[in-house]
């Protein structure tokens, strides 16, 4: 029988780490999550596209946090080979990750039949295939030295179907519930693993243009927030030994409430994105 019980050790805080890793950490949310994180004296191992605003973000870092160590990584995770060479680059450079933060996304806006089938394609690797892989090759380190956080970013429209957004909303789905699965499987060894799924309201941040929602106004509503928010919920979540966390308590019992609804009603709410400017 698989240990668990009352003699297993609790959740350490987020203090008793020391090597982070954020994927999509030179922009929006990774990067509010990165400078979290080193204000709380861990290193981060920086990974993002390999272009200038990495570049900026390192000088920035270095700067803004001069006794913290950072390794940066330059890498398109849309590719079938990335997870296995940020792991190699890690293994090279001598970095032990017991937070891993599998933030990385980018989101496609329009009716499924209009949108680019290679785009969308790409956005589905990335959010699914290169975050199920890039956890699997670190959980077996954290398991062997029982301490260790994967945070996965998702949304909260993974929990209802999202014309306009469909893949996203799916791909976003898929974190959702392999992280919540994945969660419950940890416990049953006992061990001090923990997976953390974080499932924000609308963010304020360059995904907005990336997804060519420049127009929707489902970024200036009541429901949206900025990055620091979400950071801050990230690096309580992992103090607390939170299991899932939709930022801001309001917001949190909104969805409790939302979810109540017949999904055809839910439907019609993810469909405000619709709404111009």
């Given at each position: 029988?698989l240990?668990?019980?009352?003699?297993i050790?609790t959740?350490s805080?987020i203090?008793?780490y020391?090597?982070?890793?954020?994927?999509?950490?030179?922009?929006?949310i990774?990067?509010e999550?990165?400078?979290s994180l080193?204000?709380?004296?861990?290193?981060v191992?920086?990974?993002?596209l390999?272009?200038?605003e990495?570049?900026s973000v390192?000088?920035?870092?270095?700067?803004e946090?001069p006794?913290i160590?950072?390794?940066?990584?330059?890498?398109?995770?849309?590719?079938?080979?990335?997870?296995?060479?940020?792991?190699?680059?890690?293994?090279?450079?001598?970095?032990?990750?017991?937070l891993l933060?599998?933030?990385a996304g980018?989101?496609?806006?329009g009716w499924?039949?209009?949108?680019?089938?290679?785009?969308?394609m790409?956005m589905i690797d990335l959010h699914?295939?290169t975050?199920?892989?890039?956890?699997?090759?670190?959980l077996?380190?954290?398991?062997e030295?029982?301490r260790?956080?994967?945070?996965n970013?998702?949304s909260v429209?993974a929990?209802?179907?999202n014309p306009g957004?469909?893949?996203?909303?799916?791909?976003k789905a898929f974190?959702y519930?392999?992280?919540?699965?994945l969660?419950?499987?940890?416990?049953i060894?006992?061990r001090?693993v923990k997976?953390?799924v974080?499932c924000?309201?609308p963010?304020r941040?360059?995904?907005m243009y990336?997804a060519?929602?420049e127009?929707?106004?489902?970024?200036?509503?009541w429901?949206a927030?900025?990055?620091?928010?979400v950071?801050?919920?990230v690096l309580?979540?992992?103090?607390?030994?939170?299991?899932k966390?939709?930022?801001?308590v309001f917001?949190?019992?909104?969805?409790?409430?939302?979810?109540?609804?017949?999904e055809s009603w839910r439907?019609?709410l993810a469909?405000?994105?619709l709404?111009?400017?």
């Open positions: 029988m240990p668990n019980g009352p003699g050790n959740m805080m203090n008793d020391k090597q982070a890793l954020v994927t999509g950490g030179s922009s929006g990774g990067l999550i990165v400078r080193a204000g709380r004296g861990l290193s191992c920086v990974v993002a390999p272009d200038a990495l570049e390192r000088r920035d870092l270095c700067h946090f006794d160590q950072f390794d940066f990584l330059g890498i398109d995770l849309t590719d079938g080979k990335a997870a296995e060479q940020v792991y190699y680059f890690c293994q090279q450079h001598s970095l032990k990750v017991d933060v599998n933030n980018f989101g496609t806006y499924v039949y209009e949108l680019s089938v290679d785009r969308e790409k699914i295939k975050l199920y892989h890039l956890t699997r090759l670190f077996p380190e954290m398991m030295k029982d260790g956080v994967v945070v970013i998702s429209s929990f209802q179907p957004l469909s893949t996203y909303g799916a791909t974190v519930q392999w992280t919540r699965a969660q419950e499987e940890l416990k060894t006992g001090n997976a953390i974080i924000p309201t963010v941040t360059p995904f990336t060519g929602m127009r929707s106004k489902l970024f200036e509503s429901m927030i900025e990055a620091p928010m950071a801050r919920a309580k979540a992992i103090d607390r030994g939170s299991e966390v939709i930022p801001g917001f949190n019992w909104l969805q409790k409430l939302v979810s109540r609804l017949p439907i019609k469909m405000a994105h709404k111009e400017k």
